[in-house]
């Protein structure tokens, strides 16, 4: 299995970015997917979660209202939209591939990506 994020990149506070995870060497729609990250010094955080037909999906607290998970099956991806960016989003984004229970936590999905880093300057 492969997880492959981009989109990363320097972006000033208030800008977008737009994340890309293709995956491969799965079925990817009999998978949940999900965005965590990582800023330097802290713990994994959970962004967002959508679930195999793209009908549900889950955000965190911190990027509620600013964030968008989506997926498209037929392309084996999952995007991440974020919107309204703060530097408080910088962080090593990173793409999760779950196939158990509904959840917010990593231990909630199989196969993760090597990630992509997001700056955001003030």
């Known amino acids: 299995v492969q997880l492959q994020a981009s989109g990363g990149g320097l972006v000033q506070a208030g800008g977008s970015l737009r994340l890309s995870c293709a995956a491969s060497?799965?079925?990817?729609?009999?998978?949940?997917m999900g965005w965590f990250r990582q800023a330097p010094g802290k713990e994994r955080e959970f962004v967002a979660a959508?679930?195999?037909?793209?009908?549900?999906?889950l955000y965190g607290d911190s990027v509620k209202g600013r964030f968008t998970i989506s997926r498209d099956n037929a392309k084996n991806t999952v995007y991440l939209q974020m919107n309204s960016l703060k530097a408080e989003d910088t962080a090593v984004y990173s793409c999760?591939?779950?196939?158990?229970?509904?959840?917010?936590?990593?231990?909630?999905?199989?196969?993760w990506g090597q990630g992509t880093l997001v700056t955001v300057s003030s």
């Open positions: 959508i679930s195999w037909t793209g009908g549900t999906t």
């Open positions: 999760a591939a779950g196939s158990g229970n509904w959840g917010t936590r990593p231990s909630n999905y199989n196969y």
């Open positions: 060497r799965l079925t990817f729609s009999n998978y949940r």
